[in-house]
């Protein structure tokens, strides 16, 4: 069962950038996956990145959000720039149950611990 380690939340201002390193157990090729969830909200997809490299961006962070993958150290990043306030979430790494596909979010996938991201002023 894959593991992971999450790191690189905090609490930032308005406008201000975090990157978030999520590091598996073990080498995947399976796609990665970022979620959040914020208090009193839905559960949200907000990044993938395959194996290969291809990458996939919800709408809210699109242009804001860079994803990025290590292989050689088993690691996936989430670059967050120009941070608001509606970003403020637990943010999760998330892979797949199976397959090699972007994870569904559901609760047989393999989630990290996850990792608290603030945004305020």
């Known amino acids: 069962q894959l593991h992971f380690v999450e790191s690189g939340g905090g609490l930032v201002q308005p406008g201000g950038s975090l990157r978030l390193s999520c590091t598996t157990s073990?080498?995947?090729?399976?796609?990665i996956g970022w979620f959040r969830q914020a208090p009193g909200r839905e559960r949200e997809g907000v990044s993938c990145?395959?194996?290969?490299?291809?990458?996939v961006y919800a709408r809210s962070v699109k242009g804001r959000f860079t994803v990025s993958r290590d292989n050689a150290n088993n690691t996936v990043y989430l670059q967050m720039d120009s941070l608001k306030p509606e970003d403020t979430a637990v943010y999760y790494c998330?892979?797949?149950?199976?397959?090699?596909?972007?994870?569904?979010?559901?609760?047989?996938?393999?989630w990290g611990q996850g990792t608290q991201v603030t945004v305020s002023s």
């Open positions: 073990e080498f995947t090729y399976s796609a």
């Open positions: 998330v892979a797949p149950s199976s397959g090699r596909s972007c994870p569904t979010g559901s609760e047989n996938d393999y």
């Open positions: 990145i395959g194996s290969n490299g291809a990458t």
